[in-house]
């Protein structure tokens, strides 16, 4: 912007001041009307597109200060030398808008990110692809916020006067102090390096139903370097991303979120397997917590005081398993108690007819002995009566 036609006027500090000042005044409000207008345009070409809509929603704020801190950015280049404050004004407005694009920038993928995820809804029953794409978005999402920061910080660093000064100085002591910062940055770069591989390969997916450190929980939140997983008591395991590419760990919905469930009972021999089967197989086409797939009873045990019966269900997730185990336990130990009490588990004690007659013409009971005397008395005694 060039202020030659001002020459002819009394040039002095205050004026050119004053002239900027009016000149950025006009150019904001310029600026903002464009924006608008920008925005409104851009909306009625791209129609009902959930990308355009979301990022002018999302990103209206950032590209709004974007356009204001342009249009002072302008005047600025174009103001006399002699206007006040001119060189740390125009240092503050080049970090303002340099700050000001990577807000945008960030504002930009956030909008991507949600997006992404109103068109792939985790909220159905059968949401693996769902989960799939939403765990591979918010990671690469953090990570390009990650990398966006950085360069915007970069960006700054090499406008302010005094960056190369502090460049040089950190490459001469670059020995030791970059050997320091390797080593304390290590968990850093290794979650980092840890978040990439779980988004593209996807050991664990956002919602998954997870097995950690014998807790069973479920994915509630992965970040750029830890995971959240929101047990079934409602606590919180913060675990981080490395560990998942270090150690071994159960997934029960990684391809699907379909399970087996298993209820174990301990019955006397005398129990009818028929009958429980039955019954077994009515409680569960019964339950709508079923998904109509495995009903089977086996008997996978015995000992020598009962038999172990195995009652195998399936569910279409892990928790609608466990009430459809807890609703099939509960019915089966009832109808048992209710038709065949003589079923539960019982501690027997034989006696061998052989073994008692025995030992009943070898051994004399003792309260025998006490209550009638000795075999010789007790023949003694009656000889009188004789």
């Known amino acids: ?83 006040p404050w001119l060189v ?15 807000w945008l920038a960030m ?47 970069g960006f700054v660093l090499l406008t302010l006067p005094g960056a190369k000064q502090f460049g040089a100085s950190l490459l001469a002591s670059a020995g030791v102090a970059g050997l320091v910062a390797g080593m304390a940055a290590r ?17 664990i997916r956002i919602d ?17 370097t830890f995971v959240v997983i929101r047990i079934w008591d409602e606590r919180r395991m913060i675990v981080p991303l490395q560990w998942f590419i270090e150690n071994p760990f159960e997934n029960w919905t990684h391809n699907s979120s379909t399970i087996l469930g ?24 019964s339950s709508p917590l079923w ?18 019966v195995r009652l195998l269900t399936s569910a279409q997730d892990s928790g609608t398993a466990f009430d459809l185990r807890c609703i099939i336990r509960e019915e089966m130990i009832s109808f048992i108690a209710a038709h065949y009490p ?5 501690l027997r004690t034989a006696l061998d007819p052989i073994e008692v007659k025995s030992s009943g013409r070898n051994n004399t009971d003792p309260l025998d002995t006490i209550i009638d005397g000795p075999p010789q008395q007790q023949s003694d005694q009656i000889a009188p009566i004789r």
């Not at 998904?291 to 172990?308: F, K, P, S, W, Y």
């Open 262 to 285: 298993t209820v174990f009972l301990w019955l006397d021999f005398v129990v009818p397997v028929p009958a429980l089967r039955v019954e077994f197989e009515r409680i569960c086409k």
């Open 208 to 224: 998954d139903v997870l097995i950690v450190k014998g807790e069973w929980g479920r994915v509630e939140e992965i970040t750029g």
């Open 88 to 102: 740390p004004l125009s240092y503050l407005t080049s970090v303002g808008l340099i700050l000001a694009l990577t």
């Open 1 to 83: 912007m060039d202020f030659s036609f001002l020459s002819e006027i009394h040039q002095g500090p205050l004026r050119s001041g004053l002239i900027a000042l009016t000149t950025a005044f006009v150019a904001c409000l310029l600026a903002a009307i464009l924006h608008r207008a920008g925005i409104f345009l851009l909306r009625r070409i791209a129609g009902n597109r959930p990308f355009t809509t979301n990022a002018t929603i999302i990103a209206f704020r950032a590209s709004q200060v974007c356009m204001l801190l342009f249009a002072i950015r302008i005047v600025l280049t174009g103001a006399p030398e002699d206007t």
């Open 342 to 346: 003589q079923a539960l588990p019982r």
């Open 291 to 308: 998904d109509g797939r495995v009903c089977v009873l086996h008997i996978t045990d015995v000992n020598e005081r009962a038999m172990q």
């Open 107 to 153: 504002q930009c993928i956030k909008a991507v990110t949600v997006t992404v995820v109103n068109r792939n809804p985790a909220d159905v029953i059968d949401n693996l692809k769902a989960r799939r794409i939403l765990t591979q978005t918010r990671v690469l999402a953090r990570s390009a916020h990650f990398i966006v920061g950085l360069l915007g910080l």
């Open 187 to 203: 968990p850093v770069l290794g979650n980092f390096i840890a978040g990439l591989q779980i988004a593209f390969s996807q050991p």
